[in-house]
Antibody, heavy 118, light 112 residues
Framework: EVQLVQSGAEVKKPGESLKISCKGSGYSFTSYWIGWVRQMPGKGLEWMGIIYPGDSDTRYSPSFQGQVTISADKSISTAYLQWSSLKASDTAMYYC???????????WGQGTLVTVSS | QSALTQPPSASGSPGQSVTISCTGTSSDVGGYNYVSWYQQHPGKAPKLMIYEVSKRPSGVPDRFSGSKSGNTASLTVSGLQAEDEADYYCSSYAGSNNFDVVFGGGTKLTVL
């Protein structure tokens, strides 16, 4: 069974750093791109970027370029999303999803809620 | 990339059909047959319902269908059921430079 399991909810202060994770199982982790999607409270889905764990090829949406870093450790089938200095506006639910083909996010993680508040 | 345009809400009675539109441009919806639709229930992760304009993943009821004409894609839900009440998001591939993907703003489907 394909599964993406994300790390738990985080509460951080502005300026702090954070790295959340997404662990894949039940399929060849190095053969599919993993994307990250942001959903701010009460809002829609936003595409952040994507990584190919096989060779760590990473692409960012222009809106998120320079704001976050996407990485992966294929030895433990885990992708990451990290911030070096959080802002209150980073408060959101973050989902990872497996990309199958050009635009099919066929399996999703359960989401990680990030709350940034002083 | 600008978000795709969806109506904020749609509704129908049980058993009826409802269609949700998703309008983009020739750089996304109109330029590729890579439109997907996702269903999201409150507090849950999105679920893929339609991919490549009109294909259904295994397990998705055939009451859900997709189509495209020009720069507008559509999702039709036939034989509405109470469990279809959810938010629906369209998405389109938008070019290979950054493997860019663009989402619609979402449509809240209410089953009356």
């Amino acid at each position: 069974e394909v599964q993406l399991v994300q790390s738990g909810a985080e509460v951080k202060k502005p300026g702090e750093s954070l790295k959340i994770s997404c662990k894949g199982s039940g399929y060849s982790f190095t053969s599919y791109w993993i994307g990250w999607v942001r959903q701010m409270p009460g809002k829609g889905l936003e595409w952040m970027g994507i990584i190919y764990p096989g060779d760590s090829d990473t692409r960012y949406s222009p809106s998120f370029q320079g704001q976050v870093t996407i990485s992966a450790d294929k030895s433990i089938s885990t992708a990451y999303l990290q911030w070096s200095s959080l802002k209150a506006s980073d408060t959101a639910m973050y989902y990872c999803a497996r990309r199958n083909g050009y635009n099919n996010l066929d399996y999703w993680g359960q989401g990680t809620l990030v709350t940034v508040s002083s | 990339q600008s978000a795709l345009t969806q109506p904020p809400s749609a509704s129908g009675s049980p058993g009826q059909s409802v269609t949700i539109s998703c309008t983009g441009t020739s750089s996304d919806v109109g330029g590729y047959n890579y439109v997907s639709w996702y269903q999201q229930h409150p507090g849950k992760a999105p679920k893929l319902m339609i991919y490549e304009v009109s294909k259904r993943p295994s397990g998705v009821p055939d009451r859900f269908s997709g189509s495209k004409s020009g720069n507008t894609a559509s999702l039709t839900v036939s034989g509405l059921q109470a469990e279809d009440e959810a938010d629906y998001y369209c998405s389109s591939y938008a070019g290979s430079n950054n493997f860019d993907v663009v989402f619609g703003g979402g449509t809240k489907l209410t089953v009356l």
